[in-house]
């Protein structure tokens, strides 16, 4: 009895009493409001009069209530339907009531405040760029959970006359005209995502601009110099209205999303912090005397710009302003914005898994799945913490170990960073997996029946969504792609506009699934002998058929997974090739990775010994130097202990971002998927390390 999950005893009193009611107006004697009537002699009819009234009533008072409340149903069905899974971690770390500020990383456009939606136990609204709270569907959506409107500069880009060239932090022009702006307009030059504020105007041909570096902000200084450059013109925009109705909205105990980057992106790292978060915080606590917490929200895609990709969505534990934070505030609020934003920054951090480009990041999740125990199947949370290990301890090896200005890599390192690579390109060339290799070598009687088993069931699972599903999916892929090429040329910081291909997907989907089920309808009702009421219920049931066969369709694609290596293990040159040489590179692979581990993880400290970590603090040691980090970890009296668990290695990113050149190349043909088969989930422990590694 013991292993027996209870069922609460508030979930049992709702059953008992939803039978109850079930059964009372089921049966004509039992049914409450007629046994009432027929007592007092009252007429139903103004028992309903008087239901319909107070309904309307409740209806009215609570109308923003409810609307939010069926915009967030709404929102889980259709992501429900876009991604396989979306699986919840550090939900114990959002306070139990607000006010509460969420901060999460911007990869996905407006997806990604419909999964914080959905995901979390408060009511939430957004900032929302006024732009986007004005445009049709999107703009209902935000308009339907309260978001509020931001007036943001760089939307109303005007293009600058002539040219300019920067000397330090001063500004000459070529055939400018500087004294048609304003002292606190910005000069945003080239392709650069940062405007520059203007301090003073000198002449038509010269200006000064602030060197203000907050929240990661390039200074002026370091653009290129004595150079011609054509600019933007970014207007000052009053934003005393919108802090004003944030704050009166926090202090009276609501709740926040924000997405501090500023905008939606493709990068596979944090671009700097927009100083708006700070604001609001120091602001509303000035204000109000309210401390409000900050949440950072870390939303971890897995082929998250395609249909059925997986995201983990995960809640770090809350920062608050400190008294140390107030203290420079109340001298600079510059220094106390950026005191503040570095907190923010480090806590984000602490819940993704980043690295400077997406070769990078794939090799990281090579090296996870590589060095964990063939044999378990470890849990979400164990397997991001893992990455995020890898990842951080990635970083500091190379501050401590790498050679020259470029901090190049151990050779040891290098060497098998490059045999990881050639692994994952020959994986990718033939379509394959890595949980797949160990069984390449199964006999050919099993790899014909898994094959035919695969092929029936994908074409049989294919059918239901043939028709209702396909043509919306190949009109939705062919229409996202065309406006993301839009959106990269408008971007400065997007690599290929991924990030707005789901949403493309998503609006386009919500118009059009509708209208093909009504030309379905139609067609049936004009050319066919069915009845109008039959016709009517095959309308209503379309949405059903369509979830159905996207059911269908996964059930066939996670047979569809195993069916190209099946297939290829029926032709005798893939045997010659691949079956013998992937398994063989597979196994040294996984020993050169644990042999690396174990030579470089003891110098890590806690991030190799502990087996569980705050992450927010170690983001936060690694900003000081890597040597500084490993001796505060040696010191702390807790680094070497033999009884310690989980050796789970390495984490997050401290590595400055590669640039966008560097990246446009690899970026596309990068997928980062999580491609454990899914079983049940396993306590993953130092000893079975240990000994399978032994």
Not at 101 to 116: C, E, K, L, P, Y
Not at 545 to 571: H, I, N, Q, T, W
Not at 647 to 657: T, W
Request: net charge positive.
């Amino acid at each position: 009895m013991s292993g027996l999950v209870k069922t609460p005893l508030r979930e049992i009193r709702l059953r008992v009493a939803a039978c109850v009611v079930v059964l009372m107006f089921s049966v004509e004697s039992l049914n409450p409001v007629k046994v009432f009537c027929s007592a007092f002699g009252i007429s139903q009819s103004w028992i309903a009069i008087i239901s319909s009234v107070a309904c309307a009533i409740i209806i009215a008072t609570n109308a923003q209530d409810l609307i939010y409340f069926m915009t967030r149903v709404f929102f889980h069905s259709i992501l429900s339907i876009f991604f396989s899974s979306m699986e919840v971690l550090g939900k114990q770390n959002i306070p139990t009531h607000g006010p509460i500020i969420f901060t999460g990383n911007h990869m996905n456009q407006f997806v990604d405040a419909a999964i914080i939606l959905v995901t979390n136990p408060h009511k939430v609204g957004f900032l929302v760029a006024e732009k986007s709270y004005n445009k049709p569907i999107i703009g209902h959506f935000a308009k339907a959970v309260g978001s509020i409107p931001v007036t943001r500069p760089q939307d109303q880009a005007e293009k600058g006359v002539g040219k300019i060239s920067f000397v330090g932090c001063t500004v000459y022009g070529t055939e400018t005209a500087f004294t048609s702006l304003r002292k606190g307009d910005k000069i945003r030059p080239g392709r650069s995502p940062d405007g520059y504020t203007i301090k003073a105007i000198i002449s038509d041909t010269e200006l000064i601009v602030a060197d203000v570096k907050v929240g990661g902000m390039r200074s002026p200084t370091e653009e290129p110099q004595n150079v011609l450059l054509t600019y933007d013109v970014l207007r000052s925009v009053d934003q005393s209205d919108m802090f004003s109705r944030v704050h009166a909205a926090l202090a009276k105990g609501e709740c926040l999303g924000i997405f501090p980057e500023g905008g939606s992106h493709d990068n596979t790292h944090l671009l700097p912090l927009k100083a708006g978060i700070a604001a609001i915080a120091f602001g509303v606590m000035e204000k109000y005397a309210v401390n409000v917490p900050i949440v950072p929200v870390g939303l971890n895609y897995y082929r998250g710009h395609r249909f059925r990709g997986r995201v983990v969505i995960e809640f770090g534990a809350p920062l608050r302003i400190d008294k140390e934070m107030y203290q420079a505030y109340r001298k600079s609020k510059s220094d106390g914005y950026q005191q503040l934003l570095t907190r923010v920054e480090e806590s984000m951090k602490g819940v993704l898994v980043t690295a400077p480009d997406y070769n990078e990041l794939k090799l990281l999740h090579t090296a996870r799945r590589l060095y964990q125990n063939p044999t378990k199947v470890i849990s979400t949370k164990e397997k991001q913490d893992l990455a995020r290990r890898f990842s951080v301890g990635f970083s500091i090896v190379r501050e401590s170990h790498g050679r020259g200005t470029d901090k190049a890599l151990p050779d040891d390192i290098e060497n098998a960073k490059l045999r990881l690579a050639a692994y994952q390109e020959s994986l990718d060339e033939w379509g394959l997996r890595d949980y797949q290799v160990n069984a390449l070598d199964a006999p050919f009687s099993s790899q014909l029946q898994t094959f035919i088993h695969a092929l029936v069931v994908w074409i049989l699972a294919s059918i239901p969504s043939l028709f209702l599903n396909a043509p919306v999916g190949f009109a939705a892929h062919y229409w996202a792609h065309k406006e993301a090429q839009k959106d990269l040329k408008n971007s400065r910081v997007k690599l290929h506009a991924r990030d707005v291909l789901l949403s493309k997907k998503i609006l386009f989907s919500l118009v059009a699934v509708p209208v093909l089920w009504v030309s379905y309808a139609l067609l049936l009702y004009t050319f066919s002998p069915l009845s109008f009421e039959t016709v009517v219920l095959f309308f209503l049931g379309c949405p059903v058929f369509s979830y159905l066969g996207v059911m269908a369709v996964e059930a066939g694609m996670v047979d569809l997974k195993d069916l190209r290596p099946a297939f290829l293990r029926l032709l005798p040159s893939f045997r010659t090739e691949v079956v013998e040489f992937l398994p063989k590179t597979r196994q040294a692979l996984q020993t050169e990775v644990r042999d690396l581990v174990r030579k470089y993880g003891p110098e890590l400290g806690d991030l190799y010994y502990e087996e569980d970590v705050q992450w927010d603090q170690v983001m936060k040691k690694v900003r000081t130097p890597a040597q500084e980090f490993v001796e505060k970890s040696l010191q702390s009296g807790d680094a070497v202990s033999s009884n310690k668990k989980s050796i789970r290695s390495l984490s997050n990113n401290s590595m400055s971002p590669g640039t966008i050149a560097e990246q446009q190349d690899a970026a596309f043909a990068c997928d980062i998927v999580d491609d454990e088969p899914r079983t049940e989930d396993t306590t993953y422990t130092f000893d079975e390390r240990a000994k399978k590694m032994n």
